[in-house]
Each structure stands twice: as C-alpha cells, then as structure tokens.
C-alpha cells in the first residue's frame, strides 16, 4: 500500500479543495490534522541551510523531541535558529510506516509519538544552547500529548515540561512556535509559550482528544465529533479565539498530498516572523513579550452585589470532637487483606496524617482556599485584590451546562472562581497570597486563573512582595477548550518576572496537583509539598492505568514517593506552613542583603 486514506477521502466527491475540507465535519478535521502522510518536523528540515543535529541521545522517548542547529536564508540575509522539532512518528512515508510499525523495537522507541521527560530535557538544553549562540527559538508542534506512564512521572515529566515553559519565559532571544499537525494537551503546551504561535491551516491545537472529552461529557467515547465541535479545536478556531497569531496556507491543498507545497509556505511565513523578530531591538524583547501575554485570555467581570449574594467563608478542616477524642471511620476502609475496618479514628492520629488513612491511604477531607488562608496568614490580615475580585470565568464555547456548573461552584465554594488572590501578613511581613479551592470545578486551570495570578504577581512586583501561591487542582478546564491551556505559559512569564524583580515566590502543592496546575505554577518557586498529599504529578492515575493497562505502585504520586525520585526538597504539615513560609522570606531577604 503506497498510500493511507482517510474514510473521508475515498468519498464521492471529495477534491482536497478548500470547499471540501470546510463541509467535513470537525472530527473529520481532526483526523486530517494528524493524518500518518502528513509532513513531519524532519520534513521541513528541507526549508534550512546547514542543518546539524544537536543533543542526540538514546535515552527512551527522547527521539519525540529532536533539535537542529540551523540557518535560514531570507532577502539576502542569513538568520540563525534553534529548531526544537517534536517527531510524532520515524517518518511520512506510509509504506515505510507500515514497514516500520512491524517492528516492535521501533515501535517502542517511537513511544506512539508521545515525548518523555528526556525529550522535554533535551528541549530545555536546546534554548540554553540558542541563547548562549544568539539563534531565534524555532520551536515545531506535532504530538498527541505526553507520555502517560509512571516512569515518566517518575522521570519527573510534570516538572520538566513546566521547566519549557519557564525556559521560553525567560529566553533572551526570539522564540516561535509552529503547529505543523496535532499540537494537544501538555505535550504540546509545553513548547508553544513563544512570542509568536503560528500553525498550519489543517492543523488542530486542543486541550484534551475529542475521544477524552466525549467520555467525560457524556460518558461515552461515541459522541467525539459533538465534542470536536463543542471545543472549537481547529487552528482556525485558534486564530479566532486569539491564541494563534498567524496561519500559514496550506494553499494548493491538505500538506499530505501536497507536502512541497506546504514546505514553501512554511519556509515563507516562518521566515517572515524571524526576519520582523530579528530585524526589533532586543532589548525590547521582554516589552513585547509582556505585552503580548497580557492580551491571553478572556473573563466576564460582576458586581460587588453580586458577589455579595453567594460569597462566605467555607471551610473543610474537620475540627476536633467536643465529647470525645475520635471521629467515625470511613465506610469503605478496607487493609492488606481486604478486611473492612470499622473502629473509629483518633483525632490526633489522624490530624497528624494530615487527614489520611493510615490504614488505606483515604483522604477524608480536602481543604479550601478559605482554609489554607486561615492556616497561612495571620487572623483576619486577608484582603481580597480588588483588582481580581470581580473577574468570573467566561463561557466562550458556549461548553454544555458550563454556565450552570460556574453558578453552583460560586454557590458551593463562596468564591467567584477557582483562585483567590489578596494581600496578607505572615507573622507580620507583608505577602501576596493566591488560594485555589479544589471544590471548584476541581480546582481547573482556566483563563481566569491565568489572569488573577497575572495580576497578583504584578502586585507584588509593584509594592515589594513575595508571592505565595497555594497549589491544587487538576488538568486545564476542557470547558473553555485550548485557551484555558494557554493561559499556562502567561503565568510562567508572570512568576519568572516576580524572581527577576528579587522577589521569592513560594508554591504550596497540596492534594491534588495534576496535570495544567502542576505544570504551572506547581512547578514554580521554592516549592513546599504539603505531608501526605497525593495525587501530584502531570497524569492521574486512572488515566495511566487506563493507558498502561496495569495498577500504579502504592506509594505512586505521594509526597512520600515523589522525594524518593529526588523531586521534594522541603515538606511541610499544614500547621507548620506558616512557620517555614516566615522562614523562607527571611532568608531570602538576608540572601538578598548580602
């Protein structure tokens, strides 16, 4: 077989013409964004000059990610770049593919496309090496997402990719993100945080697969090309919503049947934003880059009677009986031996475990954002910004029964969205606090977070603050699709730009930690896990023991487990945050005097 076709393409009628494409149905779209003949990253190696690998190793999963020395010649002008290129597959040839899929060892090494923490590693290593030889960051998406299983968690996969996107950040030169075919979840997060994101015209850009988020909003995997429409995941729908700045024309046709010329519309279009970024002063580079940052993301904004009607104090800490020193066991407490446990808990033990069952792990309460402000902050020394107090979540999609699920969290949480920010003491010293409450929609990383953390970190820059960021929750919110995702690297910006100003940012990672939350700002400051939290990392546990087919270790994702792989470096009981975060900012202040 020379060639693959889509169900699609071998109906009557259909050209490859523009008309054509437009009437598939979105799913249909996805499915030609990431179609096995489409060209790859290694394919538009073709557009440079002195192309010479760099950082070539053969540590598992680190092909997924393969970074080139490179020159592009424009208008009589040589212009260096760093190509960071994510590799979905060995090659674009079908046959070869199929050749190719035969062979389990390939088919291992290729890891079903998806990049492991040494492939992430190696693009970190790669902006070093462009800023250190003045190369614009090239950096090209084409990934299914990250890998899901437990030896890339222990490989530390959440905190590398964070690592990327603190990296662009922070990176001195020029960076550009192109989306050549499927650019989804964190694995491709984590390198579009660039001055400028382009894609492809056939491309997609999504939070989350079609399949995923059919079985999550209506719990069934059938219903993918409903889901496909709801989450507007084509690069198009990217352009609209204002998180693709440019597409380039796939103009003769889709690039997998017509590649050369897709090539020569990369080469013009990339070739153009290198030349306009080479041609800027560099030190307006951060200028432009702030600037343009700001700009991500929308929110609605309320009133302060409306706030009014649902906000109060909600708290989850279980406090110590009156009448006796115990509390009742859970219902479902089994041990080793599967045998129930009925004795009731003491309340001290218990407390000391931070609320988890020694016996089965159980976590009988998770703490709100109004808790930890009690347990961070000196008494009744928190006020709320009030330049974030009236930013709510925005319904762009018009995501199914989003709007409902926003107006029963504001009920049940007594907040206006997911995180709080506000000024605050800590045993006197002025800080900036930014507080999620899990309750809320889990915690999701959304657009309104990315916003009131910008706003925050910009606060404390101007009135001298640290900044202490209490960390929970889950992946990005699927129900404003890819925008909540991009609002992640905003806040690496926000953070780098609070360090740089000699300010300390100090992350708390409580139970959960997952996915867009722990790859921003869970991944950022000096960072203390919370005694016996679980559940941190890039991917949950159902999800890779879905994907790997096998139960995870016992200890898997725990604070405990985690600094065995060397990731923890200072943990902290709930009653004793206050105390160390008052210990970090002074030693920071005196690191500072001297």
């Known amino acids: 077989m020379k060639h693959f076709f889509l169900p699609f393409e071998k109906t009557k009628g259909f050209s490859y013409s523009a008309d054509s494409i437009e009437r598939l149905s979105e799913y249909e779209k996805y499915q030609l964004s990431f179609h096995p003949e489409r060209p790859k990253y290694l394919d538009y190696l073709a557009v440079f000059d002195n192309v010479e690998e760099c950082l070539a190793n053969d540590l598992h999963g680190s092909c997924l990610i393969q970074t080139?020395?490179?020159?592009?010649?424009?208008?009589?002008?040589?212009?260096?770049?760093?190509?960071?290129?994510?590799?979905?597959?060995?090659?674009?040839?079908?046959?070869?593919?199929?050749?190719?899929?035969?062979?389990?060892?390939?088919?291992?090494?290729?890891?079903?496309?998806m990049p492991t923490p040494a492939a992430y590693a190696k693009a970190v290593d790669a902006i070093a090496i462009a800023e250190r030889e003045g190369r614009t960051v090239i950096t090209v998406i084409d990934t299914a997402g990250a890998d899901p299983t437990e030896e890339s968690e222990a490989g530390g996969i959440a905190w590398k990719i964070g690592r990327c996107m603190q990296a662009l950040a922070e990176a001195t030169v020029p960076t550009i993100s192109v989306i050549i075919n499927r650019g989804c979840s964190g694995g491709a997060i984590a390198l579009t945080g660039c001055d400028a994101v382009l894609a492809m015209e056939y491309s997609t850009y999504l939070v989350i697969s079609p399949e995923a988020c059919s079985s999550i909003l209506f719990r069934?995997?059938?219903?993918?090309?409903?889901?496909?429409?709801?989450?507007?995941?084509?690069?198009?729908?990217?352009?609209?919503?204002?998180?693709?700045d440019e597409l380039i024309p796939e103009p003769a046709g889709p690039a997998h049947r017509f590649p050369s010329e897709a090539r020569e519309s990369f080469r013009e279009t990339v070739g153009r934003w290198i030349e306009a970024f080479g041609k800027a002063p560099a030190e307006s580079l951060q200028h432009r880059r702030i600037e343009r940052w700001q700009k991500i993301g929308q929110w609605e904004t309320t009133t302060e009677e409306e706030i009014v009607r649902y906000e109060k104090q909600v708290s989850n800490?279980?406090?110590?009986?009156?009448?006796?020193?115990?509390?009742?066991?859970?219902?479902?407490?089994?041990?080793?031996?599967?045998?129930?446990?009925?004795?009731?808990?003491l309340y001290s033990k218990l407390l000391a475990n931070n609320f988890v069952c020694c016996i089965c792990g159980f976590r009988y309460t998770r703490l709100t954002a109004h808790d930890y402000i009690g347990l961070l902050l000196d008494e009744n020394s928190f006020a709320e910004h009030p330049e974030t107090r009236y930013i709510v979540d925005r319904d762009i999609l018009d995501f199914p029964e989003y709007a409902d699920k926003l107006r029963e969290a504001r009920e049940k949480n007594g907040m206006t969205t997911a995180l709080i920010t506000g000024n605050g003491t800590v045993d006197g010293r002025e800080v900036v606090l930014c507080a999620t409450s899990f309750g809320f929609l889990?915690?999701?990383?959304?657009?309104?977070?990315?916003?009131?953390?910008?706003?925050?970190?910009?606060?404390?820059?101007?009135?001298?603050?640290?900044?202490?960021?209490?960390?929970?929750?889950?992946?990005?919110?699927?129900?404003?699709?890819?925008?909540?995702?991009v609002s992640i690297p905003k806040i690496h910006l926000a953070l780098s730009l609070v360090e740089q100003a000699g300010l300390p940012v100090i992350t708390i990672v409580t139970d959960p930690t997952l996915g867009g939350v722990a790859i921003g700002f869970g991944?950022?400051?000096?960072?203390?896990?919370?005694?016996?939290?679980?559940?941190?990392?890039?991917?949950?546990?159902?999800?890779?023991?879905?994907?790997?087919?096998?139960?995870?270790?016992?200890?898997?994702?725990?604070?405990?487990w985690l600094q065995s792989k060397g990731f923890v470096d200072m943990v902290a009981h709930p009653l004793e945050l206050k105390d160390r975060i008052a210990g970090i900012i002074d030693n920071h202040a005196l690191h500072q005097e001297s």
């Open 523 to 560: 991944s950022r400051g000096i960072r203390i896990f919370e005694h016996n939290a679980g559940n941190i990392g890039f991917s949950g546990k159902r999800v890779i023991e879905q994907y790997t087919g096998k139960k995870t270790s016992k200890e898997f994702q725990t604070t405990g």
């Open 220 to 244: 069934t995997r059938d219903k993918a090309n409903l889901a496909a429409e709801i989450s507007q995941i084509t690069s198009k729908k990217g352009l609209k919503n204002g998180i693709v």
């Open 317 to 345: 800490f279980i406090p110590k009986p009156e009448r006796n020193l115990f509390i009742a066991r859970h219902k479902r407490c089994r041990n080793g031996e599967k045998q129930q446990i009925v004795d009731p808990v």
């Open 442 to 485: 889990g915690g999701s990383f959304c657009m309104s977070t990315g916003e009131k953390i910008w706003r925050a970190s910009k606060i404390a820059i101007e009135n001298r603050r640290p900044l202490i960021i209490q960390a929970a929750g889950g992946g990005a919110r699927m129900h404003e699709g890819c925008s909540s995702m």
């Open 68 to 113: 080139h020395r490179a020159e592009l010649l424009r208008n009589g002008k040589v212009w260096p770049v760093m190509l960071i290129g994510q590799q979905s597959g060995l090659t674009s040839d079908f046959g070869e593919l199929t050749r190719i899929m035969q062979d389990q060892s390939e088919v291992r090494k290729w890891n079903h496309g």
